[in-house]
């Protein structure tokens, strides 16, 4: 490949295409909608025609209506492709959207909350929901066990942004940066700073951690009033909220969430897994037995008394004193009526065991076997018999069901990822990103491969009309599939052998280009990188995040370059895949 070339393509690759614009993209989906020709992609192809836009994104289809899964998958792939993208016209104010949605939460978390303190609510005097809510509580409480010492939470950092801290967020930049926490917090600082003696010492500025006569580490902080208030790219409708967590909040947060997890594992309720939920889901796709319940804003909707009441007091107050109980935005802050809110590092853990218990305590109540019962996040799939129970229930401790994402009857199920019409895959391709020749490859990889080989002609009409749109240097990137989406994915079987030397000891295959990132350098405080080094030393969970930090010495100044995740170029790289080997060698 030319210098010019390589050089060309590495700048171009990632870069948003300004000379691409929505019309262009809705021009190339229209091909695709006139050749599955059918009302409903003939409807859609109208719509985008004449910038009917809220009358596109309003479109929704009735599995029931369909006799098979072919004709479902081409009209929900017309209805769905542009559903969560980005880049779609501003027809909604997408950031005004989520925050009435956060506050609807926050009002309807307030309510559940004065429910529960006042329990003047006729729901408090049903008996089966007072059976089942006794049953939930047990449940939890056998689920958790014993509330672990801190000592035995397994605190470390995550991969995400935190209150204080700059755009990069690798593991030297979190122990180098502000230690922010909220209040509740302060009781556990010397036992988190002890975690990591070598942090202590660095914060210090010391050659060696030295404790202070109350047994605390002289190491700068701050407290601030709690999480920070922000909006992140959903769908064409709305934007996602989350919460940034403090720096030392989410220490504490994760390590309690791999505790909670570990002891849902042992329980049956595997989150480090979809596959169960998304199998469970095509078998009710096919036998009717089985219900996939979805919850609107459900991490929202976690409200602090519901907690309280189905929770062990220990694990409660444990939770309690490393949450938020405030959240900033413009300047000002509030109180949350949630217990936690997505951002929060066990919020995921606590939604699955909160739903878990319910649903199982449920089927308990209905005479109805728990085994099928199964639980990631809010995607929760219980017997069929048990759905109406079950939002009974939902509905009493303050959750909402999603009536568009739940199905119990007909042809259809969806759940973590995976969409199913009697047992058939259907789930369609989202065009999310904004357009670049990146996300344009991306796009055709996936249509590639959803059809194994473009072998159906509707198909081939989308995947010719986005490959239009690629720049044409792009176009002689092809490799095989499972390598990334830095080349087209192509049958790569009639391509010939190059490499003769590699040929002479055996070897048959064939070589071609790809794109890829790689990470930018930067200098780094070489007290930083001692301490990233003890810390990984003392937290195993830790070892592989940092070691993934591509840590350097350069002999030239005597600095340490770091190549951390998050700044990144792109490159162009020459591989070979082998496909066998000749006999005898």
């Known amino acids: 490949m030319k210098k010019q070339t390589k050089h060309l393509l590495e700048r171009t690759f990632r870069s948003a295409r300004r000379d691409l614009s929505f019309d262009k993209l809705v021009s190339a989906a229209n091909q695709y909608f006139e050749t599955v020709n059918t009302p409903v992609s003939l409807g859609c192809y109208l719509r985008l025609k004449y910038k009917s836009y809220d009358e596109y994104l309003s479109m929704d289809l009735v599995p029931s209506d369909y006799a098979n899964s072919d004709m479902f998958y081409q009209d929900q792939q017309c209805v769905k492709l542009f559903s969560k993208a980005e880049f779609f016209p501003s027809i909604f104010d997408t950031e005004k959207v989520a925050k009435e949605s956060f506050i609807q939460s926050e009002i309807a978390c307030y309510q559940t909350n004065s429910k529960f303190i006042q329990r003047d609510d006729p729901d408090f005097r049903d008996h089966v929901l007072s059976n089942v809510s006794h049953i939930a509580k047990r449940k939890i409480s056998r689920i958790l066990g014993n509330c672990p010492d801190f000592q035995d939470i397994p605190i470390s950092f995550g991969p995400g942004n935190n209150v204080g801290l700059s755009r990069n967020t690798s593991i030297i930049d979190k122990l180098t940066s502000v230690l922010t926490f909220t209040g509740n917090l302060k009781q556990w600082l010397p036992k988190i700073m002890e975690t990591c003696p070598s942090w202590s010492c660095y914060r210090a500025k010391s050659s060696i951690p030295t404790p202070l006569d109350d047994n605390t580490y002289h190491v700068e902080v701050q407290e601030v009033a709690g999480s920070a208030l922000g909006f992140v790219p959903k769908n064409a409708k709305t934007k996602r909220t989350i919460c940034t967590e403090p720096l030392l909040n989410s220490f504490v947060q994760l390590g309690i969430g791999k505790v909670m997890r570990g002891r849902l594992r042992r329980s049956g309720c595997n989150l480090n897994s979809q596959a169960r939920n998304q199998e469970l889901a095509r078998v009710g796709s096919l036998t009717n037995d089985l219900a996939t319940i979805d919850l609107s804003s459900a991490s929202d909707t976690i409200s602090y008394m519901t907690v309280m009441e189905l929770l062990p007091f220990p694990w409660f107050n444990l939770l309690d004193c490393c949450r938020s109980p405030n959240y900033t935005y413009e300047g000002k802050y509030y109180e949350f009526s949630k217990f936690s809110s997505m951002g929060n590092g066990y919020t995921f853990e606590l939604e699955s065991l909160i739903f878990l218990a319910l649903s199982q305590a449920v089927c308990e109540v209905l005479d109805l076997p728990t085994t099928n019962v199964s639980i990631y996040g809010d995607d929760i799939i219980v017997p069929s018999k048990a759905t109406a129970l079950l939002r009974k229930t939902l509905e009493f401790y303050g959750f909402k069901v999603n009536e568009a994402k739940s199905f119990q009857e007909g042809p259809f199920r969806e759940s973590c990822g995976k969409d199913w019409f009697l047992g058939q895959q259907v789930r369609p391709l989202y065009l999310k990103r904004r357009p670049s020749n990146a996300t344009l490859i991306g796009w055709c990889n996936h249509i590639w491969r959803v059809d194994e080989g473009l072998y159906d002609f509707r198909w081939q009409a989308l ?68 301490v990233a080094a003890l810390y990984a030393a003392q937290n195993s969970q830790a070892v592989q995040s940092v070691g993934k930090q591509h840590i350097s010495h350069s002999s030239q100044n005597g600095k340490y370059v770091a190549h951390t995740r998050g700044r990144v170029r792109t490159v162009v790289r020459r591989a070979f895949h082998p496909w066998k080997t000749s006999l005898g060698c």
């Open 463 to 530: 995947y010719d009309a986005l490959y239009d749109l690629v720049d044409k240097p792009f176009h002689s990137l092809k490799g095989p599939d499972g390598f990334g989406d830095g080349h087209f994915v192509a049958d790569m079987s009639s391509y010939s052998f190059r490499n003769h030397s590699l040929r002479r000891r055996g070897w048959e295959g064939y070589g071609y280009y790809t794109l890829g990132d790689s990470p930018l350098p930067r200098h780094v405080d070489s007290d930083a990188v001692y």
